[in-house]
């Protein structure tokens, strides 16, 4: 059983156009985290969030990103109006760094 | 600032060679974790070691190895007689503990590996 499931799998949108990634963490944790992969890329750290709140966020998370917890589980990245750049693939972890992340199965997303 | 460099961005073995990828760091830290994860074609991050900076055991889990040298900030994984399936990128991963995990973790390019049959 995965410790993490993403959805949705893959997501195809026009510029401009706002998204909304979703993680779901198969057990509560205290650290999530969004990272972003560009095809043949390295992996990159968005933003960590704790109790709810945005812990440490990365130069890549700018006004254009946001997370938020809604519902006490789904744990949701938002793209306002997502540009060509933004097209990669977005993983969400759980864990901490004293313990180990988890890693979901990432959405790839492609904006044309 | 923290740093992971992979200087090999892709390695070529035949099947049932030992082959073995690099990773150097670095970090002001005193406390920090090092990681190697898997990624197949298929696309996940699949987690294979953690590793704080007070254990300089070198460790074992079947075929692969890794031999971690804080003197040379250095944290290399082997892997013993290579099989097709072996084939991935492979990225190793470095975190400092400053910040309890805010911080999330920094990845190196990663290393293409490929095993021809």
């Known amino acids: 059983e995965p410790e993490v499931t993403q959805t949705p799998s893959h997501q195809v949108t026009q510029m401009g156009q706002e998204v909304i990634l979703r993680c779901v963490p198969i057990?509560?944790?205290?650290?999530f985290y969004w990272y972003r992969q560009i095809l043949g890329q390295k992996v990159e750290f968005l933003v960590s969030?704790?109790?709810?709140?945005?812990?440490?966020k990365s130069e890549i998370f700018d006004d254009q990103f946001s997370v938020e917890r809604p519902d006490g589980s789904n744990f949701t990245l938002k793209i306002r109006s997502t540009k060509l750049e933004d097209s990669a693939m977005y993983f969400c972890a759980k864990g901490t760094v004293q313990e180990t992340q988890y890693f979901g199965p990432g959405t790839r997303l492609l904006v044309l | 600032a923290q740093k992971v460099t992979q200087a090999q961005t892709e390695i070529s073995v035949v099947e049932k060679e030992d082959v073995t990828l690099d990773c150097v760091y670095e970090?002001?830290?005193?406390?920090?974790?090092l990681f190697w994860y898997k990624q197949p074609p298929s696309g996940e991050l699949v987690f294979l070691i953690r590793?704080?900076?007070?254990?300089?055991q070198n460790e074992i889990s079947g075929r692969y190895s890794w031999n971690f040298q804080k003197s040379t900030s250095s944290f290399n994984f082997t892997i013993t007689a290579s099989q097709v399936v072996d084939s991935a990128v492979y990225f190793c991963?470095?975190?400092?503990?400053?910040?309890?995990?805010?911080?999330?973790?920094?990845f190196g390019k990663g290393t293409h590996l490929i095993i021809q049959p």
């Open positions: 970090t002001r830290d005193t406390t920090y974790y």
């Open positions: 590793r704080n900076s007070f254990d300089e």
């Open positions: 969030f704790y109790n709810n709140e945005i812990s440490e």
């Open positions: 057990s509560n944790h205290l650290y």
């Open positions: 991963a470095l975190s400092e503990d400053e910040r309890g995990g805010a911080d999330g973790l920094t």
